[in-house]
Nanobody, 121 residues
């Protein structure tokens, strides 16, 4: 099993940037498809970004061109760089690990605790 710990959330103004980190232990992030998801109050948890074992990245249309997911194998950490943030990006952000190439939250076996991102305006 792999354990995931997220950090980097906070309050940011519209147009600002944040970098979320997902530190793994127990196993290496390079063994998994690593996904980022978010959940706003009253909404379902939705896909944000994904990176495969080969390093291929995929993004939801809502964040494409603004967010970037990356993996640092040396530090066993996955990142989500968020730029040009909008009010609608406000949500709890989660990182997750899956053994399958998928967009579905239910297919991800391991989850971080979540970190709150709040974008003003």
């Amino acid at each position: 099993q792999v354990q995931l710990v997220e950090s980097g959330g906070g309050l940011v103004q519209t147009g600002g940037s944040l970098r979320l980190s997902c530190a793994a232990s127990g196993r290496t992030v390079s063994e998994y498809i690593m996904g980022w998801f978010r959940q706003a109050p009253g909404k379902e948890r939705v896909f944000v970004a994904r990176i495969t074992l080969s390093g291929t990245t995929t993004y939801a249309d809502s964040v494409k061109g603004r967010f970037a997911v990356s993996r640092d194998n040396a530090n066993n950490t996955v990142y989500l760089e968020m730029n040009s943030l909008k009010a609608e990006d406000t949500a709890i952000y989660y990182c997750a690990a899956s053994n399958f190439i998928t967009f579905a939250p239910a297919m991800y076996s391991y989850w971080g605790q979540g970190t709150q991102v709040t974008v003003s305006s």
